[in-house]
């Protein structure tokens, strides 16, 4: 599988510390078919001249040298000069896994647009968990419901990364898809979904191709501030309508309706209601309730008692009731006595 070719865009900003780690994991790779774009996004540190290092002596790396505007605006720059049949997608401090390559490649026989492999998850550089899809499977033209059914799992693991996919190139060009650059969260998921609604094909492989390191200060977890909510309130409505979008192209998919309830419903809605009951903010508005509300509508398994997650069972009882005003009063009197508790 040498011939198929793969586009590898690295952004890169101030990953001195990581960078060989990463280069090192490429060059180890059995399957050599590849172009390495080295998205330089203005680093202040030594990141630039180990970029022009890498692509003075490797004719398959090129670099590119940008002022700083974010991860999105590099991938987007790597996707501009891409060449390969598909790109993936590899952050500066995270490192592909021995033979991934080659087994992405394998799983393109068919042709298929969209790759998923799976990845393990390092916290504190030791091994946390490990996400991949139930089995090597190639699902050709027609079947795109089963792969979405191979690969949603619980609650969309798959998707929240760019990394451990490759991407038909063609689709992306075809669509003009690119990383929104005015979101600095959950972009990538964005990118995915809205990638799903022009695949008609796809394949999985059942081991970790690709190894993430969970490092301080990263948008995933932690706790809910302000800022992060303001994060949190620009993504999410954009993320559930592009998965609305699929519901409805494929409404026998009842994988995407749970992938809808657990991650966008249960996980990213209830997490902003969760902090507008315990912070003060101008995003807590009638008009933002309405919207939020609006998402829930189209989640038919939204039940009040279905999780044991602190503040849900009320902010499902408020939007059961389906009063926006009382929900608003409720929010506004909570916050006011718990926010002393959480600034």
């Known amino acids: 599988m040498d011939k198929v070719k793969v586009s590898i865009i690295i952004p890169v900003y101030n990953s001195e510390e990581y960078l060989d780690a990463c280069v ?7 399957m050599t078919s590849y172009e390495v774009i080295l998205v330089d996004d203005g680093s202040t540190d030594s990141s630039p001249l180990i970029c022009d290092r890498l692509s003075s002596t490797d004719s398959r790396f090129r670099t590119i040298h940008k002022s700083n505007g974010g991860v999105s605006s590099a991938r987007n720059a790597g996707i501009a000069l891409a060449q390969g049949e598909y790109v993936t997608f590899i952050d500066s401090d995270d490192i592909l896994a021995p033979g991934a390559l080659k087994a992405l490649a394998d799983a393109t026989a068919g042709s298929p647009d969209l790759v998923v492999g ?10 946390y968990a490990s996400i991949c899809p139930p089995a090597t499977v190639s699902f050709p033209s027609g079947n795109v419901q089963d792969f979405f059914s191979a690969t949603v799992l619980d609650s ?18 075809k669509h003009t898809l690119r990383f929104d650059e005015s979101l600095s969260y959950a972009e990538d998921k964005l990118f995915i979904y809205e990638f799903l609604g022009h695949i008609t094909s796809g394949a999985t492989v059942d081991v970790p191709v690709y190894q993430y390191f969970r490092r301080p200060g990263t948008l995933s977890g932690g706790k809910t501030t302000l800022h992060r ?6 993504v999410v409505p954009l993320c559930a309508e592009a998965l609305l979008h699929l519901m409805d192209k494929y409404p026998e998919a009842s994988s995407l309706q749970k992938i809808y309830h657990n991650d966008i419903v249960c996980f990213d ?12 903010t101008d995003l807590l ?9 609006s998402l829930l509508e189209r989640d038919d398994r939204l039940r009040v008692f279905e999780r044991k997650v602190p503040g849900q ?7 059961k009731i389906g009063n926006v005003r009382l929900s608003l009063l409720v929010y506004r009197s909570v916050s006011m006595i718990l926010y002393p508790f959480y600034a």
Do not use: H
Not at 118 to 127: R, S
């Open 156 to 173: 969309g693991e798959l998707y929240r990364g760019p990394w451990a996919k490759l991407y038909r190139l063609s689709i992306i060009k």
């Open 24 to 30: 090192a994991g490429i060059l180890k790779q059995d």
């Open 285 to 293: 508005s009638e008009s933002s309730l309405k919207t939020l509300y």
């Open 269 to 280: 809605i209830m997490r902003i209601l969760r902090t507008f009951l315990k912070c003060r």
């Open 118 to 127: 799976g990845f393990d998850i390092y916290q504190d550089e030791i091994l």
């Open 229 to 234: 909510l303001a994060q949190l309130y620009d």
């Open 313 to 319: 069972v009320i902010n499902t009882l408020l939007y």
